[in-house]
């Protein structure tokens, strides 16, 4: 079993960056795919960036080129480097693990969560 934490989450200005932290308990983490997701009120959570191993990863359209998706497993986590932040940004920033062997990208294939952390880009 896996506990993960989120922190980094905050207000912030459009244009401006945030980094996201999220801690991983338990053994084998560098087994899992790691991924971050999103809800914005009132719409469903979306994907938002996903990595395997220590390099391969996924992004979504809407922040390919703004976000990084890096991870530490000696240090058990994963990190989500939010660059160019808008204000459509805005949303509680989910992290989740899956044991797995290849990319994950939907939240029906994940079974650890985070509790989130919320991210406001607003001036």
């Known amino acids: 079993q896996v506990q993960l934490v989120e922190s980094g989450g905050g207000l912030v200005q459009p244009g401006g960056a945030l980094r996201l932290s999220c801690a991983a308990s338990?053994?084998?983490?560098?087994?899992?795919?790691m991924g971050w997701f999103r809800q914005a009120p009132g719409k469903e959570r979306e994907f938002v960036a996903a990595?395997?191993?220590?390099?391969?990863?996924r992004y979504a359209d809407s922040v390919k080129g703004r976000f990084t998706i890096s991870r530490d497993n000696p240090k058990n986590t994963v990190y989500l480097q939010m660059n160019s932040l808008k204000p459509e940004d805005t949303a509680v920033y989910y992290c989740?693990?899956?044991?797995?062997?290849?990319?994950?990208?939907?939240?029906?294939?994940?079974?650890?969560w985070g509790q989130g952390t919320q991210v406001t880009v607003s001036s």
């Open positions: 338990g053994r084998s983490f560098s087994s899992y795919v």
């Open positions: 990595i395997i191993w220590k390099d391969t990863t």
């Open positions: 989740a693990g899956q044991l797995s062997t290849r990319i994950l990208t939907g939240a029906y294939e994940y079974d650890h």
